[in-house]
């Protein structure tokens, strides 16, 4: 038999302590609370700063009226000045802090008002440093507060949360890190950099182009007073007062040019309102593939201006295009205006409102005898691209608008016109993009209003904008472009901005 030292030395399963699985279990626990600890300091810092940031606003008082100060965040950079009075403002891309450094016109001094009235100059440079120095304060008075809310609030949770896991000298630490950090951001985001040019006018309505016509149509007795927010007011804008320096869009024709609505039905009312029974030219895409059921969405558009002028797009065709003529649109195509039965009257250029038009049929346009299938190219092969400027070149000096889809297509003949600028202004209205853009180059100008039906109801994962386009113009003594307003509307919210280009040579 085995004695009972034997047994003693039988071999055993070794379990580790249950000690040392508990510390384990103790340190990832603490380790945890550290970082929690740490995260919610740091993220009461950061509230503590974004709450200064949205509640702080300032007034102050210039000689021209009273300014209030504020800034909006969760926006693309920009500074916004803004009438309230009037609805309407102006939108320099200038800053690169995700905000919005807002500048509202509370009051004007009546005094200034009338003293403009009776035709006194404004004195610029004074209103130039008054403006300066109330944004610059404004400013330095916000990324304190904002630095000493974040400290404060970050601080007051350190203390609140104070233990030896972790320490309040960590804590604290951070919230005085995290608070600086946020000072040194905003002093060097959201001050306004380099040239504050380009304004983007806006509202928060449909009626921005009234609006714009506003500040072209203000009167004196002496002439225009012609109102601009200018480049050089630092952070805000300058008020010019030149009476007579530019010629006046007041009482000007003006056509409404809108492209790519896509069966978007929402847009053709958009366009009814701004054309206002106005000249409409439509440069292609009303529809998806143009068959019988999509021009019985879209037929009501040859109605919406007066008169209706149209192009086909690569998502149009031969059948829509029949019956729009059929409806008594305007139908351009590269051989003449179309009539209901498909042909066309062999006369390229046709003067619609005083102005010489061509138009140049898309293409790659569907077809009807093919059902209505896809012909899209995605770019003009050159083949296409001679034949729109071989068709072009004949025509210069005797056409003033020229209409076409695809800006792709029109590429060579532009390079073309740069080498050897057209002796009388020629404008091209295109299309197809889905966004609204502006090129000038001697001579030319390419307007593209974007898309009319904000991509189209088959584009509902890609938020784009309404988008339309306004071409000022004189034909006295002969014809001039004056001005382009490009105009975007948010489909969700209604708000709108426009972008106003002179185009004349005194612009």
Do not use: C
Not at 190 to 204: F, L, M, N, V
């Amino acid at each position: 038999m085995a004695g009972p030292g034997l047994l003693e030395r039988t071999p055993s399963t070794k379990r580790p302590p249950v000690r040392s699985w508990l510390k384990v279990k103790v340190r990832a626990l603490l380790n945890l609370r550290r970082l929690l600890a740490l995260l919610l300091v740091f993220a009461a810092t950061l509230f503590g700063g974004y709450l200064a940031l949205v509640s702080f606003h300032d007034e102050d008082r210039l000689s021209v009226g009273e300014i209030r100060m504020s800034i909006d965040p969760g926006h693309k950079g920009a500074l916004d000045v803004y009438v309230p009075l009037v609805d309407w403002g102006a939108r320099f891309e200038a800053i690169r802090a995700p905000l919005r450094v807002k500048v509202d016109l509370q009051t004007i001094d009546r005094t200034v008002a009338q003293s403009l009235a009776e035709g006194k100059s404004l004195d610029v440079q004074q209103v130039r440093r008054e403006a300066r120095d109330a944004l610059a304060n404004y400013l330095r008075k916000l990324i304190a507060l904002v630095v000493a809310a974040a400290l404060v609030l970050g601080l007051l949770v350190a203390f609140a949360i104070r233990s030896r896991v972790p320490r309040l000298r960590w804590t604290s630490l951070l919230a005085i890190v995290t608070s600086l950090g946020i000072g040194v951001a905003l002093v060097v985001l959201i001050p306004p950099r380099g040239e504050i040019s380009d304004p983007q006018y806006y509202a928060h309505g449909p009626d921005i182009p009234r609006a714009l016509e506003a500040v072209e149509a203000a009167r004196r007795t002496s002439g225009v007073l012609d109102q601009e927010l200018d480049a050089q007011l630092v952070g805000l804008a300058r008020l010019v007062v030149a009476p007579g320096r530019r010629r006046s869009l007041a009482d000007q024709p003006v056509i409404t040019v809108a492209s790519d609505l896509h069966n978007n039905t929402v847009g053709l009312g958009v366009l009814e309102r701004l054309s206002n029974g106005g000249p409409v030219f439509f440069v292609g895409d009303l529809t998806d593939r143009g068959s019988q059921l999509e021009t019985s969405l879209v037929r009501r558009s040859a109605h919406s201006g007066k008169p209706f002028v149209f192009v086909t797009g690569n998502h149009d065709s031969d059948y829509l295009a029949r019956a729009l003529a059929g409806e008594g649109a305007i139908v351009l195509t590269r051989t003449g205006r179309m009539r209901e039965d498909g042909t066309t009257d062999k006369r390229l250029v046709h003067t619609i409102e005083g102005l010489r038009v061509a138009g140049y049929d898309d293409p790659y346009e569907r077809r009807s005898a093919e059902s209505f299938k896809d012909r899209y190219d995605s770019v003009p092969d050159p083949v296409e691209q001679d034949k729109f400027t071989g068709w072009l070149m004949p025509l210069i000096g005797k056409v003033d608008v020229v209409m076409v889809h695809e800006p792709a297509l029109i590429a060579p003949a532009l390079q073309i016109l740069k080498d050897k600028p057209p002796q009388q202004p020629l404008v091209f209205l295109v299309g197809h993009t889905h966004k609204a853009d502006l090129q000038k180059q001697p001579g030319v100008t390419v307007i593209n209003g974007g898309s009319v039906g904000a991509g189209g109801t088959g584009n509902l994962s890609e938020p784009t904008a309404l988008g339309i386009a306004r071409f000022v113009f004189t034909l006295k003594p002969s014809f001039q472009p004056l001005a382009a307003d490009l105009v975007s509307i948010n489909p969700g919210t209604g708000s709108s901005s426009a972008r106003r280009e002179r185009l004349d040579p005194t612009g």
